[in-house]
């Protein structure tokens, strides 16, 4: 982010902070994008180095076509050999990124159950980074009843690329992995959406992740995303069998976990404190206090995304009840005084790190604003759902 400022104030140039983080970004070819910009500011120079849209549905229907292969293949040996599906038990469950700031409190959950073995692994290497022997287990068929795909790397400035095995690739393991045993289920966590993403398809959604500032970040996460429910619209069988959970921002409680002071919710509470006012044009969109169920009826939607609780309204009346007065204004003009806010503080400012987020809620400062939703860790998970006992991995 300084580098950014730095460049955008002595250069008058502004580049993104993906083309920061790109992988093949050097010092010359900043320079170049740097000295192109400074030359025309009315169009996108040929030479500058973007971080380029990436063809999400194109990634999708390369990933896919593996995926879509190994489902006629088990459609044809069921012919031959009969369906061997069991009852479901839900009693052994692999678990990714248990270490996770969210994994951890599904975990914690797991652990009323009786034992526990941790696997070591690393999910951008091939079959997880796990041992043979671990890798036999999984994919035996027998010993896993449960996956539940909750590892990702989290990071707002890597690209596509960088991010890509770690949020993709797995993802597509797994899915085939479940998909080969006829009793096991997947459920896989997601993002956060918005009230109206559910309508939109994935042409829609592509479209708008092909900005140039667009977060990498989200492109994996819809890419594997849109695999899942490609698969699940594939076989009837399959869809009862596969979940895709839709949280919203994941914050601490009082009485279990903690807040995490550099995510992006409690750095912008901060910024509002500071300046003493807060974004009313978003004051109605919903904050989730639900705890998440999980539905494994035939006919029941893929995604389960949580639409309930609390508004950012209350959030502010807390706020200020704690002895942070806060005006209400709208999003243009609270979007220039935190600017200023930033401006003036410099990198000792709460959102600097990821000031460059700011520049994509214009959009909401002149239009429609849409809900964004909040969920509390400790609740996200029962492991009644599809857990009954025994061993989780």
């Not at 380029?52 to 292969?69: F, G, K, L, P």
């Not at 038990?89 to 996770?100: D, E, I, K, P, Q």
């Not at 002071?261 to 989730?288: F, H, P, Q």
Request: glycine share 6%; proline share 3%; aromatic share 6%.
């Amino acid at each position: 982010m300084s580098l950014m400022y730095f460049i955008s104030e002595r250069f008058g140039a502004k580049i993104s902070m993906q083309q920061l983080m790109n992988e093949k970004t050097s010092i010359r070819s900043l320079a170049r994008s740097v000295g192109n910009m400074q030359e025309t500011v009315s169009q996108r120079p040929k030479n500058s180095l973007h971080a380029a849209s990436v063809d999400t549905i194109a990634e999708i229907n390369r990933h896919d076509s593996r995926i879509s292969q190994h489902q006629v293949k088990i459609k044809i040996a069921a012919m031959v050999e009969g369906d061997p599906t069991k009852g479901i038990t839900g009693s052994t469950v692999f678990l990714t990124g248990a270490s996770g700031y969210m994994g951890t409190q599904i975990l914690r959950q797991l652990l009323e159950h009786r034992q526990l073995d941790v696997w070591v692994g690393d999910l951008s290497l091939p079959r997880l980074g796990l041992d043979s022997t671990n890798w036999d287990l999984l994919t035996d068929g027998k010993s896993v009843d449960v996956i539940i795909h909750n590892g990702v790397a989290v990071h707002w400035a890597k690209s596509y690329h960088a991010l890509e095995a770690t949020n993709v690739c797995s993802t597509v393991d797994l899915l085939v992995l479940a998909l080969s045993s006829p009793s096991m289920r997947f459920v896989y966590v997601s993002n956060r959406r918005t009230a109206d993403s559910e309508d939109q398809t994935e042409e829609d959604v592509a479209r708008s992740l092909v900005h140039v500032d667009s977060i990498a970040y989200s492109q994996t996460k819809f890419v594997s995303e849109a695999l899942i429910k490609r698969a699940a619209g594939r076989d009837a069988c399959a869809s009862r069998r596969l979940a895709v959970v839709s949280p919203g921002y994941v914050v601490g409680t009082p009485t279990e976990g903690i807040g995490n002071a550099d995510d992006y919710v409690w750095r912008l509470v901060a910024a509002c404190i500071r300046v003493g006012a807060y974004n009313a044009d978003e004051a109605t969109a919903t904050i989730i206090k639900s705890a998440l169920q999980v539905s494994s009826e035939a006919g029941s939607k893929t995604v389960r995304p949580i639409m309930d609780g609390i508004t950012w309204g209350g959030i502010w009346s807390i706020v200020s009840g704690m002895g942070h007065p806060l005006r209400a204004m709208s999003a243009r003009e609270w979007l220039g005084v935190v600017r200023a806010d930033i401006q003036q503080e410099g990198e000792r400012h709460p959102l600097w790190p990821l000031a460059h987020i700011l520049d994509r809620q214009k959009v909401q400062a002149e239009g429609k604003v849409k809900e964004c939703y909040i969920l509390p860790a400790s609740r996200l998970f029962r492991a009644s759902y599809w857990v009954n006992e025994s061993t989780i991995y």
